[in-house]
């Protein structure tokens, strides 16, 4: 008999688990980089040889099967074939910063300056004696480890071989941007980025692009006192491929962050938010709009934490399913005794095209103030048949109807996209998606 048969059933799958994750990570060689990128890279890994890689099993992982994204080798995804459709953001004034199968692309990138701005690739920073992000890197991703652990993210500021630091010290008015391309079908990508909002400073920062055939992204975000932070993201339309992101926000006093992610297509898609508001009279959106057809697994996990009185939190997330997609949607609000007079929104919602689609919801709430007011929600459906009939009967053809009830339904997510010329962007491609798949 093993030593880990003789363990109970609870502590037998624990040592197994690590056991399992000892051997993935045998063979793993860390980034070459200066001393304090080191050091944060061996103390995360250190982290998740601790709590050990996901299985179907953990309480998180039940709805979504994580072994793809655990394996050693990286499953091989079609490239996505291109058309003349303008790519999201493309009208859009900003700075890009161009990464092709996870590698910076200094030629399609524009210059790394902009007044009120400072950016420089993980790379550049690792090397170099003291950074300003030093103190966090890693240091917000070891802090969501806990009340529930996160190891892909562990795994991913330990491997992550670039990525960018943003600061912004003032109003920034251009936004950063972004750009995943991919030309290798069996590419990996691992990138960690980090952003600091400086009090008072105000800064939007976009992502889109399919990436790689397997991506790990980790954004760790401080926005201090008055600072207020944009965030749009369009993951690709790569019908295989797969993806895991992670972002982790600290706000500040009266500090704003606004998180918004389209999700189109994509094998298996897990995004992770954890926040933070420990200042009073912070504001958190997270939302989120995902729109499925067949082979897709989209998963959106949320945890938002209020540790300040007078703080308020939105989690809106709309997914359209068909044709045996699947939708998952876990989300909590975490009140603590401090934070009286928050405010607590959650919503999460499917409509489902057909009989084959699953949605599959997990919302919590776990408060401890007294004077708080909170709501989650959770619902999933099909189209409703009078107002297909409303349509219909003005002389709308029926799949006309239905893309408009489908537009309408995935409304109140794009309402959380505060600049309107991003939010129109968004709402043409989801109009193509309608259109495409009538």
Not at 114 to 139: M, N, S, T, Y
Not at 397 to 407: N, R, S
Request: some cysteine; aromatic content about 6%.
């Amino acid at each position: 008999m093993t030593a880990v048969a003789k363990l109970g059933p609870r502590a037998a799958r624990r040592a197994a688990k690590l056991e399992a994750t000892a051997s993935r990570l045998e063979a793993l060689t860390l980034p070459e980089s200066g001393e304090w990128l080191r050091r944060a890279r061996e103390t995360a890994l250190a982290r998740l040889r601790e709590i050990g890689l996901p299985d179907r099993r953990d309480e998180y992982w039940k709805f979504t099967d994580p072994a793809t994204l655990v394996r050693t080798d990286a499953p091989a995804a079609a490239l996505f074939e291109i058309t003349d459709e303008a790519m999201v953001f493309d009208a859009i004034d900003r700075l890009r910063v161009v990464f092709v199968d996870g590698v910076f692309d200094p030629d399609a990138s524009d210059e790394l300056e902009a007044e009120g701005l400072e950016i420089v690739r993980l790379a550049d920073a690792g090397g170099r004696d003291i950074h300003w992000a030093q103190e966090l890197f890693g240091a917000l991703e070891a802090e969501g480890q806990d009340p529930v652990t996160r190891p892909l993210a562990a795994l991913n500021t330990a491997v992550a071989t670039d990525g960018v630091l943003i600061r912004a010290t003032a109003r920034v008015a251009r936004p950063v941007s972004l750009i995943y391309r991919r030309r290798d079908p069996s590419a990996e990508l691992a990138l960690h980025h980090v952003v600091k909002v400086e009090p008072g400073a105000e800064l939007t920062l976009l992502e889109n692009g399919p990436g790689a055939a397997r991506v790990s992204t980790v954004t760790e975000m401080c926005i201090g006192d008055g600072g207020v932070l944009h965030h749009v993201r369009a993951q690709g339309r790569d019908h295989e491929r797969r993806a895991i992101t992670h972002l982790f926000a600290r706000l500040g006093e009266q500090s704003v962050l606004k998180s918004f992610t389209l999700s189109a297509n994509g094998a298996l898609t897990r995004n992770e938010s954890v926040v933070w508001l420990n200042g009073k009279g912070g504001s958190a959106h997270v939302a989120g709009a995902a729109m499925g057809d067949g082979a897709f697994h989209h998963d959106d996990t949320v945890f938002i934490t209020h540790a300040a009185p007078d703080c308020e939190s939105r989690q809106v997330f709309k997914k359209v399913l068909r044709h045996g997609a699947v939708g998952v949607f876990q989300g909590k609000i975490l009140v603590h005794q401090a934070a009286q007079l928050t405010d607590g929104y959650q919503i999460s919602q499917a409509l489902l095209l057909d009989e084959t689609s699953q949605f599959l919801a997990k919302p919590e709430l776990e408060i401890y103030a007294d004077d708080v007011k909170c709501s989650h929600g959770s619902t999933s459906g099909e189209i409703d048949a009078d107002q297909l009939f409303y349509l219909r009967a003005r002389g709308l053809p029926e799949e006309t109807a239905k893309g408009l009830l489908v537009l309408a339904f995935l409304a109140e997510a794009l309402d959380e996209i505060a600049r309107e010329d991003l939010a129109e962007e968004i709402r043409e491609k989801l109009r193509g998606w309608v259109s495409r798949h009538r």
